[in-house]
């Protein structure tokens, strides 16, 4: 069964994606929420799968949440690919 991400766990992802180097502090502004409300999501995300602790391989990957994270990773390589292509120099 995949488990289903609350609002605010679907929030604190989408910018963990979006912003993967993010710190919690900044985490905390853009949620408008404490370091321990931080810390106790990232700890719900990590149980539900959708990240790895310690950089270990998530047992809970499955069919359906792998093809969410195949969603995620083709959106952000589209992005990066207008970003690149919107500079205004060219690549040798």
């Not at 809970?60 to 990773?73: G, P």
Request: charged share 30%; net charge positive; aromatic share 8%.
């Amino acid at each position: 069964m995949v488990n289903k991400l609350t609002k605010r766990e679907r929030e604190l992802f989408d910018l963990l994606q979006e912003f993967p180097l993010i710190t919690t502090k900044e985490l905390q502004n853009k949620m408008k929420v404490g370091k321990s409300f931080i810390s106790q999501y990232i700890d719900r995300l990590k149980k539900k799968g959708y990240i790895l602790n310690n950089m270990s391989i998530s047992k809970k990957i499955n069919k359906t949440n792998l093809t969410e994270i195949i969603k995620i990773i083709e959106k952000n390589n589209r992005k990066l690919i207008r970003e690149l292509q919107s500079l205004s120099f060219n690549f040798i």
